[in-house]
C-alpha cells in the first residue's frame, strides 16, 4: 500500500529552527509537496521537490532522498505565525497526491 | 488572498437535510477535486474533474454526488448524511490534472457538521 509518515506533533522557540521529517512509500513517485494550513485555512502550497538535494526559498528549505524514501522541510528563524499544521504530499505514478495527516507544530515564545 | 473560494464556510445540517456546498476558482485552471479532511488524518481525495469531465471517484458513498458546470465552478451536493460525514471539505483547483506534476491550490473549505 501507498503510506507517508509524519510526526503528529511538534513543538519549537521562537526564533529557532525546526525540521519535520516525512517518510513515504508510494507506487511511483513524481514529486513531493509541503503545504502549510493554518488552524481553519486553505492548505497553502510552501515547496515541489522532485530531484534529489535541497531546495532554499527564503526562512523555508525542502530536502529529497528519493533512494530512501525521506524528505523534510527546515523552518529557520522561526516566528510565532509558522504556528500551523504541515502537509507533506507526494505524487504517485498516476499523478494522484498521497497525503500525510499533518505534523501540527507549536512555537513557544 | 486566495484563488478559490468556498460557500457556504460552515454548515450544520440532519440526516435528512439536502444541502450543497460550491467552490469557485478564479485561477482559469481546467482541473478541479474535491477532499475530505478529517482530524488527524490525511486528506482522502474524492472527486477529480479535468475540463468538466469526472476522471476520479474514489469510492465514495453515493449520497455524496458532484456536479461540475464549468472549469470555473464545482458542486458538492449532499443527501442523508451520516454523523460520521462530518467534517471539514476542501475544493482545490490545478491547471491541468490530466498528467505531469501540477500544484492544487485549496480553498478555505466548508466545516459540516450532520447532526
Known amino acids: 500500500g501507498q503510506n507517508i509518515d509524519q510526526p503528529t506533533e511538534m513543538t519549537a522557540t521562537e526564533g529557532a529552527i525546526v525540521q519535520i521529517n516525512c517518510t513515504y512509500q508510494t507506487s511511483g513517485f513524481n514529486g513531493l509537496f509541503w503545504y502549510q494550513q493554518h488552524a481553519g485555512e486553505a492548505p497553502t502550497f510552501l515547496s515541489y521537490?522532485?530531484l534529489d538535494g535541497l531546495e532554499e526559498k527564503g526562512r523555508f528549505s525542502s530536502f529529497l532522498s528519493r533512494s530512501t524514501g525521506y524528505s523534510y522541510l527546515l523552518l529557520k528563524e522561526l516566528q510565532m505565525k509558522d504556528s500551523a499544521s504541515y502537509l507533506c504530499?507526494?505524487?504517485?505514478?498516476?499523478?494522484?497526491?498521497?497525503w500525510g495527516a499533518g505534523t501540527k507544530l507549536i512555537i513557544k515564545p | 488572498e486566495t484563488g478559490v473560494t468556498q460557500t457556504p464556510r460552515h454548515l450544520v445540517m440532519g440526516m435528512t437535510n439536502k444541502k450543497s456546498l460550491k467552490c469557485e476558482q478564479h485561477l482559469g485552471h481546467n482541473a478541479m477535486y474535491w477532499y475530505k479532511q478529517s482530524a488527524k488524518k490525511p486528506l482522502e481525495l474524492m472527486f477529480v474533474y479535468n475540463f468538466k469531465e469526472q476522471t476520479e471517484n474514489n469510492s465514495v458513498p453515493s449520497r455524496f454526488s458532484p456536479e461540475c458546470p464549468n472549469s470555473s465552478h464545482l458542486f458538492l451536493h449532499l443527501h442523508t448524511l451520516q454523523p460520521e460525514d462530518s467534517a471539514l471539505y476542501l475544493c482545490?483547483?490545478?491547471?491541468?490534472?490530466?498528467?505531469?506534476?501540477?500544484?492544487?491550490?485549496f480553498g478555505p473549505g466548508t466545516r459540516l457538521t450532520v447532526l
Open positions: 504530499a507526494v505524487m504517485d505514478s498516476n499523478y494522484q497526491l498521497i
Open positions: 482545490a483547483s490545478s491547471q491541468d490534472g490530466r498528467g505531469g506534476p501540477d500544484t492544487q491550490y
Open positions: 521537490n522532485v
